[in-house]
């Protein structure tokens, strides 16, 4: 008997050897298993600050959907968050509380830009009082995803590139990308 | 109440109402170009007691300001008030305007429509533009140690802003 290999889950990062009589023998690394399981349960923050957020509920309404690929829920607390979506424009009096939000968050965290304002300040890059050119400026960004607003499947894809870079990462080598954020490193 | 009836008022058209306040004497100026109200101006000594008689007067009884605009036409600072009569159901423009940029102060109409006193705050936050008797004139978006005024034409903010 024994399970045939990689029967019960097909994308389990390693090899699963039926050792008869019912014992099996799994060989994988702790890093692949461990980023395979954060990669599959982003939680995302609730942080929308104008049209863009209007696409992330879309996103992750019945249409589009993105519990299917292991953002589960979205969480009204930093605190139970490890992903935040920047959907909107963030003006000078927001970006303190973006900040604020993001060192609440629990490490390890990670940060999509989503639609031009984000990126760049988009339309309101030229004579403006109030918009952040980029939320980069406050808080690193892992992805950035274009269009203004983005459609659900580029955010889609934004996400699943950004589970493509968790699944690189080491536990040995760990990589904090707030530390030299404010010296500009 | 009868809402059939009501939707049949339509209040007094614009040039009925252009009639009633040229009796007035308020030495206003009337326009009807590139607007779908009848647009009033009126100089700045005028414009509160003109708001009471709008208000006040038994055919036009505007009681509903709707929109307080902030102007910068370049040269000129000025206020625009959107009126609107709930009992006739007419609209009308009233404009105020001065050429003093350094101190350009108006009446506030906060005691005649009460929904001014915001309004205004926001007119006096990105205008600069003063208003006499308001109660509580302070900055309302911007933070309050900002210097300046960023909706006017000549402003300029070299820390923040990318000239095109």
Sequence with gaps: MGIEKNELVNDFPGQIIPGGNGGNITITTLDKVINWGRSNSLWSLYFGTSCCAI?????GAARHDYSRFGFEVARPSPRQADLIIIAGTIVNKMAPVLR???DQMAEPKYVIAMGACAISGGPFYYNTYSVVKGADHVIPVDVYVPGCPPRPEALLEGMMMLQEKIRTESMKHKVNPIDGFD??? | MDLTKDYKIIGMTNSELQTLINSWNFEVEFSEAESQFLNITVKP?????????????KETSFDFLFCVTGMDWGTDLGVVYHLESTTHRHQIVVKVKTSDRENPTFDSVCDIWYTAEFHEMEVFDFFGIKFNNHPNLKRLFMPLDWVGYPLRKDYVDEVNMVIK
């Design chain 2, 45 to 57: 000594e005028n414009l509160h007691q003109l708001g009471l008689q709008l208000k006040s007067n």
């Design chain 1, 183 to 185: 010296q500009g490193l």
């Design chain 1, 55 to 59: 696409e992330m509920m879309q996103t």
């Design chain 1, 100 to 102: 604020r939000l993001y």
